[in-house]
C-alpha cells in the first residue's frame, strides 16, 4: 500500500501541459504550476493576442507575467524523482504492440485507459485520478488508444472538438474562428452521430445486398444443376432417340434385303422352271430330229409309215427376248429416293436442332436491339410449309412468297392444312431471339406467330390467327393497324408502310412488329410467356393479296 501511495504523491508534482514531472517549476500568479518551458511556450503562442491564461482555470493576465522558478518545489520534484527511480514495481510494463502510459517517466507501464479530454493514456496507477478527482471524473475514458494525439490541433496544439463540414477535417476552437471561419461547423460529436448514423444504413444496405447476392449465388448455383441436369437428360434421351432411327433404319435395311432376296428366289425358281421346261422341250426336239433326219433315208418310210408330226410353238412359251435386262434397278431407285428423302429431313433436322441448342439462354434476357442492323443479326430464313397453305392459295419464290388465288391449287389433303382461313405456317419453328420482314401488297394481310397446335379444320376462332390463345397477329390494312390476340382486338397507331419487321425473343416472351421504312418505328409490343416454339404466320384476306418472307 506505501508503494501505491508513493507513486500517488507525483500527481500534484505533474505539469498539466506536458502531464509529466514538472521541470524547473514555475507558480504564475493564479497559484498553478507548470514547467518553466511549457508555460513560456504556450504564452509565447498567445502572445499575438496579448492576452495571457492559465491552462487550467483559463484566468487572463495582462502585462505577462514574469515567470521565476520554485525553488522549493523543485527540491521536492527531484526528491520525488529519486523516489520513483529506487522505488520497485510490480505492474505490468508495456510490450512492443502496447499502448504506453504517457505519464510514467522512467518506465513507461501499459496503459489501462485514455482520455479524450486530457488526450493522454494512463496506466492503472496514473489513472486514479479520473476516478477520484470531481472534476476529472466528467472527462471521458476510453480504451487505451495510439491515436490520441491526433485529436489535438497541431498549429493550436489544442483539443480539435469541432468538425469542419466545408473541409472534412476536425478543427480546434481557433480554427474555427480563423482559418475556417464562416464554414459549416459542427461538433465532433455531431458529426460522429451523423456518421454512425449513415454508418448504420450503409450496413443495412450492404447486409440487403448481400443477402440479394447470396440469394443470387444460390440461385445461379441451382442454374448450373438444372442445365447440367437437362443436359444430361437431353444427351441421355437424344442417344436413344437416335439409336431408334439406326434401329429403325437397320430394320427397314433388313427388311428390304430380305425382301430383295426372297422376290430373287422367286424370279429365279421361275427362270428356273422356264429354263428345265425349255431344256425337255430341246430334248425333245432333238429326237424328233434324229427320227426325221433317218426317215428322210429310206426310200421306202413314206410308203409305209404316216408323215412325221410338224413340231409346233407352245402358246404359252415366253418372249425372253424381249425381256431387259434391268431387275432391281428400280428397287434401288426406291431405296436412293428414300436415302435421299432422309438426307433432307436430317439436314435439315439438324439445322434446327444445332439453332435450339444455340439458341439455349438460361441468363437474363438480353437487351431488346435498338437499329435495324442490330435487329438484322438476328434474321432467320423463312419458308413457307406447302401441308398448311389453304387450297386456295398459291406459293412461289421457293416457298417464301404466298398469293391469295380465286381457284383452288390442287393441294392433296393433309391434317396440317387450314380448310377455311387463307392462311399458311412457315416450316421452320422459331425460339430464342429471331427476326423477319414481311413484304405485303394487296387489300390487308396478316402477319402473325402461333403454336403448331393451333385448329386447322373448321372455321372457328380456333383456327384463325389472334381468335385464340395459341396465336398473335398484327392485322395490316391499307391505312391502319390492329391487333388481335384471344378474341381480343387492340387497336394500334403508327406509320403505314408495306414492309412489317417482326422480333421474336422467345425466352424473354417478348413479341415485336416494328413498321419499316426510311425509319424503323414499334407499332406493338406483346409480354407473356411462351410454352412452346412458335411459326410464323400469313393470313390473306382479299384476292390478289399477296406477302413475301423478305
Known amino acids: 500500500m506505501a508503494q501505491k501511495v508513493a507513486y500517488l504523491d507525483q500527481d500534484p508534482f505533474s505539469c498539466s501541459i506536458c502531464v509529466d514531472l514538472l521541470k524547473d517549476p514555475a507558480t504564475i500568479p493564479c497559484g ?9 511556450s504556450q504564452w509565447d503562442d498567445e502572445g499575438k493576442k496579448k492576452i495571457y491564461r492559465c491552462p487550467q482555470c483559463r484566468k487572463t493576465f495582462r502585462p505577462r ?10 527540491v521536492l520534484v527531484e526528491k520525488l524523482k529519486t523516489r520513483l527511480q529506487d522505488a520497485p514495481s510490480d505492474q505490468c510494463y508495456s510490450g512492443p504492440k502496447d499502448v504506453t502510459c ?28 479520473h476516478l477520484e478527482v470531481a472534476s476529472l471524473m466528467k472527462h471521458k475514458l476510453v480504451d487505451p488508444s495510439k491515436i490520441l494525439q491526433e485529436s489535438r490541433c497541431p498549429h493550436h496544439n489544442e483539443v480539435m472538438k469541432l468538425f469542419c463540414r466545408s473541409d472534412q477535417q476536425c478543427i480546434c476552437y481557433l480554427c474555427s474562428v480563423e482559418e ?21 444504413v450503409n450496413r443495412v444496405q450492404i447486409q440487403q445486398r448481400l443477402q440479394d447476392r447470396q440469394r443470387h449465388l444460390k440461385a445461379l448455383q441451382q442454374m448450373v444443376e438444372g442445365i447440367n441436369r437437362s443436359a444430361d437428360k437431353a444427351l441421355e434421351d437424344s442417344e436413344k432417340i437416335f439409336t431408334d432411327l439406326m434401329c429403325l433404319v437397320e ?5 428390304v434385303e430380305q425382301q430383295i432376296k426372297s422376290r430373287q428366289q422367286t424370279e429365279v425358281s421361275r427362270v428356273k422352271e422356264l429354263e428345265e421346261e425349255l431344256k425337255q422341250e430341246i430334248t425333245e426336239l432333238k429326237m424328233k430330229d434324229t427320227e426325221v433326219e433317218q426317215l428322210s433315208h429310206t426310200e421306202d418310210h413314206f410308203l ?14 415366253p418372249s425372253i427376248n424381249n425381256y431387259p435386262f434391268r431387275y432391281f434397278e428400280d428397287v434401288m431407285a426406291a431405296v436412293s429416293e428414300l436415302r435421299d428423302q432422309l438426307q433432307d429431313i436430317l439436314v435439315e433436322g439438324g439445322t434446327n436442332i444445332s439453332v435450339t441448342v444455340t439458341n439455349v439462354d438460361v441468363l437474363l434476357p438480353q437487351p431488346e436491339p435498338k437499329t435495324r442492323d442490330e435487329f438484322l443479326k438476328y434474321s432467320r430464313k423463312i419458308t413457307l410449309d406447302p401441308n398448311t397453305a389453304h387450297t386456295l392459295l398459291l406459293l412461289s419464290e421457293g416457298n417464301r412468297q404466298v398469293t391469295r388465288m380465286s381457284q383452288d391449287q390442287g393441294f392433296a389433303q393433309h391434317p396440317d392444312r387450314f380448310t377455311d382461313w387463307w392462311q399458311v405456317l412457315s416450316r421452320e419453328h422459331l425460339i430464342g431471339r429471331c427476326y423477319w420482314e414481311v413484304e405485303w401488297r394487296g387489300g390487308e394481310c396478316g402477319i402473325a406467330v402461333a403454336y403448331k397446335n393451333i385448329g386447322r379444320a373448321g372455321r372457328s376462332d380456333e383456327c384463325r390467327f389472334g381468335g385464340n390463345d395459341k396465336s398473335w397477329m398484327l392485322d395490316c390494312v391499307t391505312n391502319k393497324y390492329q391487333f388481335y390476340h384471344n ?25 415485336s412488329f416494328y413498321s419499316i421504312s426510311s425509319t424503323m418505328t414499334l407499332l406493338h409490343r406483346v409480354h407473356t410467356t411462351f410454352t412452346q416454339p412458335l411459326y410464323a404466320g400469313l393470313w390473306l384476306f382479299y384476292y390478289k393479296t399477296t406477302a413475301e418472307l423478305c
Do not use: F, W
Open 304 to 317: 409305209h409309215h404316216p408323215s412325221p408330226t410338224v413340231v409346233s410353238d407352245p402358246t404359252n412359251s
Open 102 to 129: 504517457d505519464v510514467c517517466t522512467v518506465r513507461k507501464s501499459k496503459a489501462t485507459k485514455s482520455c479524450v479530454v486530457c488526450l493522454v493514456s494512463y496506466c492503472e496507477i496514473h489513472l486514479q485520478p
Open 251 to 255: 430394320k427397314v435395311k433388313c427388311d
Open 32 to 40: 498553478h504550476t507548470y514547467c518553466m518551458s511549457c508555460i513560456k
Open 180 to 200: 475556417h471561419k464562416g464554414h459549416d461547423i459542427v461538433s465532433v460529436a455531431a458529426e460522429r452521430t451523423e456518421r454512425k448514423t449513415e454508418v448504420k
Open 65 to 74: 507575467p514574469v515567470l521565476e522558478k520554485n525553488t522549493t518545489l523543485a
Open 487 to 511: 378474341r381480343i382486338l387492340t387497336p394500334v397507331s403508327g406509320p403505314c408502310s408495306s414492309r412489317v419487321g417482326v422480333y421474336l425473343d422467345h425466352s424473354a416472351g417478348i413479341l
